[in-house]
């Protein structure tokens, strides 16, 4: 099984939900007695707005085949049943930075009281 901070691979479903693609994803809870957890989106794709860098210096453990983003504007709910493999292991100073910009993005969402 796996952790908060694991790098997994998983059939990410498309905003859509018709369809999937093979992509690495960010665990960021582990998963629950049903086997869901909270994930993030990873990218190679430096173009994201909302990204924080990932790179091999990055990892606790495991390697990247290249340097990436955390998308961290693509927050889903999956089901441990989904991951392929486990890969990676990111630092607890790259998993805060990233639950620290998803943060930051949900209150810039709030309205001024």
Not at 12 to 20: E, L, M, N
């Amino acid at each position: 099984m796996f952790e908060a901070g694991a790098l997994v691979l998983l059939p990410f479903p498309y905003s859509d939900a018709t369809t999937s693609k093979r992509r690495p994803v960010l665990v960021l809870t582990k998963p629950d007695e049903y086997g869901d957890f909270i994930g993030m989106a990873v990218s190679s794709r430096s173009h994201h707005a909302q990204a924080v860098p990932l790179q091999n210096n990055s990892l606790e453990e495991g390697q990247l085949p290249k340097p990436s983003w955390i998308r961290t504007d693509r927050v889903v709910t999956l089901n441990a049943s989904l991951v392929i493999k486990a890969f990676a292991k990111i630092k607890a100073e790259a998993h805060r930075q990233a639950v620290g910009s998803l943060c930051e993005t949900l209150r810039e969402q709030i309205p001024p009281a």
